[in-house]
C-alpha cells in the first residue's frame, strides 16, 4: 500500500514540476520581415525557457537577443516572411498566431477589427522630412494610443476621445523601427512606424 502512495505522490511532483514549466505564448509579437520581435509581461518568463529557434512557414528564425519582457529571433534559414502582419510562429511546444502584433486569440479577425477601427491612416510613414505623425480615422474614435520601441520599451501614451484624428510630436525619437498600438473596446490593432532622418 506504502509503495502505491509514493507511486502516486511521484506522479503528482512529476506532474506538478511539467505543469509549472509550461509555456505559453507570447502576448504580443511583430514582424519586419527578417526579424521576430516577441514581448512578454514582466516575471512571467525567462530566457532560458524560451527557444532557440522559431519557425514561422518553413523558414527558421534564431534568438539573437533576450531579456525579461523581450526576445527577438533573426532569419538564419529560407524566405523572409511574405506577410508580417499576419503568421504562425512554431515555438517547439506550440504554434501561436498573430494579427497585427496581437496573439490572434486575444482579438477579432481582421474584418471586424476594420468595423472597429476604421480605415486608420498613419502618415507620413516612414517619417522622413517630417518630425510629426498623423492618425486619421474615419470616425471618432474613443482609444488609447500607445507608441513603443523594438525592445518593447513605451516611449509614448496618449488618449483619443471621440476625435477624427491625433497628431504625435516624434522629433524626440531615433532613427528606427516603433510599433504604434491603438486599443478600442477592449481590441488592438498596431501599425509599424518607421523614422528615417
Known amino acids: 500500500m506504502k509503495n502505491n502512495y509514493a507511486i502516486v505522490l511521484f506522479l503528482f511532483m512529476l506532474f506538478s514540476t ?24 514582466t516575471g512571467t518568463s525567462v530566457c532560458v525557457d524560451r527557444p532557440i529557434t522559431i519557425s514561422v512557414d518553413g523558414s527558421v528564425f534564431t534568438l539573437i537577443d533576450c531579456a525579461d519582457t523581450y526576445s527577438v529571433y533573426d532569419l538564419t534559414s529560407g524566405a ?6 499576419m503568421f504562425l510562429a512554431d515555438f517547439g511546444f506550440g504554434t501561436c ?5 496581437v496573439l490572434t486569440d486575444e482579438v477579432l479577425s481582421i474584418d471586424q477589427i ?6 486608420i491612416k498613419v502618415f507620413p ?3 522622413i522630412n517630417s518630425e510629426l505623425l498623423y492618425i486619421k480615422f474615419n ?17 509614448l501614451r496618449i488618449k483619443s476621445d471621440g ?7 516624434l522629433n524626440h525619437l531615433t532613427n528606427g523601427m516603433y ?5 478600442s473596446l477592449g481590441h488592438a490593432i498596431t501599425k509599424k512606424i518607421v523614422v528615417k532622418r
Open 139 to 155: 470616425a471618432p474614435l474613443i482609444a488609447e494610443l500607445n507608441l513603443f520601441d523594438v525592445t518593447g520599451k513605451q516611449i
Open 163 to 169: 476625435e477624427f484624428a491625433k497628431t504625435l510630436d
Open 18 to 41: 511539467n505543469l509549472s514549466k509550461a509555456q505559453s505564448c507570447p502576448p504580443t509579437g511583430f514582424s519586419d520581415t527578417m526579424s521576430l520581435f516577441f514581448f512578454y509581461d
Open 114 to 119: 476594420e468595423v472597429v477601427f476604421g480605415n
Open 97 to 101: 498566431e498573430y494579427t497585427n502584433g
Open 179 to 183: 510599433f504604434l498600438q491603438i486599443n
Open 125 to 127: 510613414n516612414p517619417l
Open 80 to 85: 523572409p516572411l511574405s506577410n508580417p502582419n
